[in-house]
């Protein structure tokens, strides 16, 4: 069959050539066609894996998935067969930091088969290199990028957007807005009046707000104002306590110093984590219906959650630090060991706080909260793209199946952000992003580490060339870094939890 008949079999028999960048006829005639054949098909729908299965990919999109006796031949397309592995959708991290950093952090995400990030703290240079990623200049994952961070007053943070007033918070929405951001990134210190006007100001322009919740204010106040997602579980052991009243109180009473912000931060870590010790699961419970009901998701990033509950030189040989420049490495080693916990008794209390955490995922989870899976990657030891795996395993440790934990970095992740029509399953008219796997996920969710190959916008990367980007990554990480290369994240660092 030559490539005019394939393509107007697959526009009756697919989706229809109208999902293709350019229009069928003239326009397709130099669109790459890529036929992955006789794979085992996990398309993050929930259905069951499909054996046998035939994916068409017609530019940078999937148009046709079936058996693969069903599909006519053509010579005029590129076959892949992918007998023996198994193709899942393109994995988002839903909660990601250094995003400008094309030689270490970009790579990183594709090779790891993450298509899709959201950038949780934003700038005008992110929008830039997102710019030339769409572009085809940069080999990189989409991106949904936050606002800058907007705190209250002394944050942790000397370059977030500090607001006091309710005019000031609202001016910093427009200020997002007209920057193009797509979500509005708040933090941990800002007062009511604040985030009120924020929230509001938020709705009226069409931005939506996620972050951290501000530990000032109770989490049910903030799930009512509609909070779209919660990052890192932060004051949810609180919200759960029976002491949640007198806990809180005392965060509030708390005075920040000026010099010292960190501090008060380690006044409220302090108590989430002793909010633990007093859990009610009959307020757990009418916490999650409320977050359900009001669709409230929870990005728990348990990743960046057991680096900080782990003695400080749990990570330090982990053989993935070959990718990461030298700078960055002796940084993360000087922070780690003002944040994890140093004696037997604070290493227990952190390892069953840890565990108190997952459990609350799964609670959560089976309450029908919508869980996004991210990393918090840029903080110590949460390395871009490998993260992404460690999270889907530790979602399962907590309780979700290998499928839902998949579905947090794909289906969930697209649904979360209203992109679900164009991405997150591997199904007909959605974009051709792909990882294939040499081993089945479902039965060992380990298995996502053991990628064949990445499709990304279409584009096949190949055992070879991952092998070549993965050398180039760790060569570069032995080289002198730039001036600036070497920052913290947004979320942890300094800080005691």
Not at 154 to 182: C, G, I, P
Request: charged letters at 20%; a neutral charge.
């Amino acid at each position: 069959m030559d490539r005019r008949t394939f393509l107007q079999w697959l526009g009756i028999n697919g989706v229809g050539l109208a999902v293709l960048p350019a229009t069928a006829g003239a326009a397709t005639a130099s669109t790459d066609i890529t036929v992955l054949t006789n794979a085992t098909l996990i398309d993050g729908t929930g259905a069951p894996a499909s054996k046998d299965t035939t994916i068409v990919l017609v530019g940078d999109r999937i148009v046709w998935t079936g058996p693969h006796g069903r599909l006519p031949q053509t010579q005029d397309a590129r076959v892949i067969d992918l007998r023996g592995k198994y193709v899942i959708p393109g994995l988002w991290d839903m909660h990601t930091h250094w995003g400008l950093n094309v030689q270490t952090t970009i790579p990183l995400h594709i090779v790891n088969g993450v298509t899709s990030v959201r950038e949780m703290w934003g700038s005008p240079e992110q929008h830039q290199l997102r710019d030339r990623i769409n572009r085809g200049e940069i080999l990189g994952p989409r991106f949904t990028i936050a606002s800058a961070l907007i705190d209250g007053q002394y944050s942790l943070w000397q370059t977030a957007t500090q607001v006091v007033t309710a005019e000031e918070a609202r001016a910093a929405v427009r200020t997002a807005k007209a920057e193009n951001a797509d979500f509005v990134k708040v933090y941990s210190f800002l007062l009511p009046e604040a985030f009120l006007a924020l929230n509001d100001e938020a709705r009226k322009v069409g931005l939506r707000i996620a972050g951290h919740q501000p530990v000032r204010i109770p989490v049910r106040q903030v799930v009512a104002a509609g909070m779209r997602s919660y990052e890192h579980l932060y004051q949810m052991p609180l919200a759960t306590s029976r002491d949640e009243d007198a806990l809180l109180r005392r965060i509030v009473n708390t005075p920040i110093d000026p010099a010292n912000p960190f501090l008060f931060w380690a006044v409220a870590a302090e108590a989430d984590m002793q909010a633990s010790l007093s859990h009610s699961r009959s307020k757990a419970a009418d916490l999650y219906d409320r977050m359900a009901r009001g669709g409230t998701w929870q990005s728990p990033t348990l990743s960046v959650l057991r680096v900080h509950s782990s003695p400080p030189d749990t990570f330090v040989n982990d053989p993935r630090l070959v990718y990461i420049p030298k700078e960055v490495r002796e940084y993360w080693a000087q922070t780690i060991g003002l944040i994890a916990p140093t004696t037997p008794e604070a290493i227990a209390a952190h390892r069953k706080y840890l565990r108190f955490r997952l459990d609350m995922v799964n609670a959560m989870e089976q309450a029908g909260v919508g869980i996004i899976g991210g990393t918090d990657a840029g903080n110590p030891y949460v390395i871009a793209g490998f993260a992404a795996h460690d999270e889907l395993g530790l979602l399962v440790e907590a309780g979700l199946s290998p499928m839902r934990a998949l579905q947090t970095m794909t289906r969930d992740a697209a649904r979360f952000l209203k992109l679900d029509k164009t991405m997150g399953t591997v199904t007909p008219g959605k974009v051709a992003d792909l990882v294939v796997l040499d081993a089945n996920p479902l039965t060992d969710i380990a298995n996502t580490q053991k990628i064949h190959a990445v499709i990304t916008r279409g584009k096949v990367i190949t055992a070879e060339q991952r092998a070549k980007i993965l050398a180039d990554v760790a060569a570069n990480a032995e080289k002198p870094q730039p001036q600036g290369a070497v920052q913290p994240a947004c979320c942890h660092v300094g800080g005691q939890i």
